[in-house]
């Protein structure tokens, strides 16, 4: 699970927040004031910080330059309810890696923290293998066995499955796989997207109708969860 800290002194934003997060997976951890926020940021190992501009006792600009300043390279997204296009360059200059201005959607906030978490090696991606439930991937000979028999992927269906492996946890959009998966030069429909992963889902879900590892993100796309 990618390990979040919230810095926010709005207890309502906080509660609505954490809720909204931990039933996307992920685990986390708030701080109600810079001070305390500034020490967790940069005393524990997170994934990923949203840290709010105004906050108690040290606002979140000055806890954002103490933490680069400390070397701390956690991804960090400014939550604020300014809209100055100044505050978005100072937050951005001081070592923001995304602002977002309240209020905001929620699906808005998830693609920006799935967006930021993809482009950091938090998660080192498996170089020779991978196992999850029965199913066991082998990189290197490009094999798939399941409880030790082999499955038979054909090769966009295994590049597919490693796609997902590579990115486990992270919501990844039809397009995205599209690109990254077929190519721009292949142009097939998303509706191709939709057809591999039924038949991925055929040869390594227990119950392909109720799928427990490659899980639908409806409207946005699939998410890995081996």
Do not use: C
């Not at 954490?18 to 708030?30: I, K, N, Q």
């Amino acid at each position: 699970m990618k390990r979040l800290l919230l810095i926010e002194d709005e207890p309502g934003l906080v509660l609505t927040l954490r809720d909204r997060l931990t039933r996307e997976g992920y685990l986390v951890e708030a701080s109600g004031d810079g001070e305390s926020g500034l020490e967790r940021a940069a005393g524990e190992a997170f994934d990923l910080v949203l840290l709010d501009v105004m906050l108690p006792r040290l606002n979140g600009f000055d806890v954002l330059r103490e933490l680069r300043k400390r070397g701390v390279e956690t991804p960090i997204i400014m939550l604020t309810a300014k809209g100055q296009v100044v505050d978005k360059v100072v937050g951005l200059k001081l070592g923001a890696d995304d602002y977002v201005t309240k209020p905001f959607e929620m699906v808005e906030l998830l693609a920006r923290i799935e967006a930021k978490l993809r482009r950091v090696p938090a998660t080192t991606p498996p170089s020779e293998g991978y196992q999850f439930g029965d199913v066991r991937v082998d990189f290197r000979r490009a094999e798939v066995t399941r409880a030790g028999a082999p499955l038979e992927l054909s090769a966009r269906e295994f590049q597919l499955l490693k796609y997902f492996i590579e990115h486990r946890g992270a919501t990844l959009t039809r397009e995205e796989l599209l690109n990254e998966v077929w190519g721009y030069n292949s142009m097939p429909s998303t509706r191709t997207v939709d057809v591999h992963v039924a038949w991925l889902r055929q040869k390594i879900e227990p119950t392909p109708r109720h799928p427990q590892f490659i899980l639908t993100v409806h409207g946005m796309g699939y998410k890995f969860a081996g």
